[in-house]
């Protein structure tokens, strides 16, 4: 460690978050928010817009009301906030990483660890989304999570979940050697990899959900204009994880930066691709 505060740990020159008690992997530094940036806008793109769930109704219903939680750097709380501006968004995140100046005035930024129980009341919200949380929450707690989101939610509102399968599918050996200690590291951690199979299960074992939806994109290496985008945030996502995959391989500094090259080089010519997946459910009126 070279480094500390209350909210941060710096290792290596990157910065990350300082909550004991949890195991989130990755960064929360310019380069890991402008990763999200532009991971934000490349799902957009596949998946021809912002969110799945039908909620166009309440988006467009003055005094509505949205959580994001695990907002990060708040790209999807903001990008909503701009587009619905008679909507109240809130965005929360242990990390305090969201910009805290030029925000819409129907945009709120909350710390918290979801893990620890959302502070809200009961019934607060027409809309609850959550996305990217697979290297976040342990293997057992996202049937408590999904239940403290639905907790927060109004009888009649919808509750929106997104992840990735951070296993791209067509590797080459360097990106499969790569991606294998990526993925024992964080399941012997505890985290759950391969959370966006299981999105559906998890919100059926809810009984106050109904109307339950699940549905799938997939971005390849070679599709246009977005590709590249695709294979940038691949890599930078491999980035995050950098300083934990050296230590444990044993790989010295350029040598992971040279890795990376032929990471890059592998998923043009395999054409490596990611899949994401949206659950939605609606809650029911109360019984
Ligand atoms: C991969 S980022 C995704 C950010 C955002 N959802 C997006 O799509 O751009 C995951 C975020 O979850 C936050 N996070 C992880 N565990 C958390 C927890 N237990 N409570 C609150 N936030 C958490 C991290 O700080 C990080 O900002």
């Known amino acids: 460690m070279n480094n500390i505060n209350v909210n941060f740990q710096y290792f ?20 890991e928010c402008d990763r999200l940036l532009l991971q934000h806008l490349m799902w957009q793109n596949s998946w021809n817009g912002n969110f799945s769930a039908p ?3 309440i988006l467009a219903n003055k005094g509505s009301k949205v959580l994001d939680v695990g907002c990060g750097p708040g790209v999807w709380t903001l990008d909503m906030a701009t587009n619905f501006p008679e909507v109240h968004f809130t965005g929360v995140d242990f990390a305090p990483i969201q910009p805290n100046e030029n925000n819409p005035e129907n945009v709120t930024f909350i710390q ?6 959302l502070p809200f009341e009961d019934n607060t919200f027409d809309y609850v ?15 408590f999570i999904i239940n403290e989101l639905v907790r927060v939610l109004k009888p009649g509102g919808y509750l929106e979940m997104m992840e990735d399968d951070i296993e791209p ?9 790569l ?46 204009d977005i590709g590249n985008m695709h294979i940038t945030n ?27 090259d032929a990471v890059y ?3 043009i010519e395999f054409n490596s691709f990611t899949l994401t997946k949206r659950a939605y459910a609606q809650k029911i009126e109360e019984i």
Request: glycine share 6%; hydrophobic share 35%.
């Open 55 to 57: 909620v166009k109704n």
């Open 12 to 31: 290596d020159g990157r910065r990350f978050h300082n909550v004991k008690s949890s195991k989130y992997l990755l960064p929360n530094d310019k380069q």
């Open 179 to 224: 991606v294998t200690a990526m993925i024992d590291d964080l399941e012997s951690n505890g985290l759950d990899t391969k959370i966006c199979y299981k999105l559906q299960k998890n919100l059926e074992q809810n009984k106050m959900l109904k109307n339950i939806c699940c549905e799938q994109r997939i971005i390849d290496s070679n599709t246009t």
């Open 169 to 177: 599918g067509n590797m080459g050996i360097m990106t499969n050697k």
């Open 265 to 267: 080089e592998e998923f």
């Open 112 to 117: 918290t660890n979801a893990l620890e129980g």
């Open 129 to 143: 989304f959550q996305r990217f949380l697979n290297v976040g929450y342990p293997r057992d707690k996202w049937v």
């Open 234 to 260: 691949c890599i930078e996502q491999f980035q995050g994880f950098k300083i934990k995959i050296s230590k444990l391989q044993n790989i010295i500094d350029n040598e992971f930066d040279k890795i990376l």
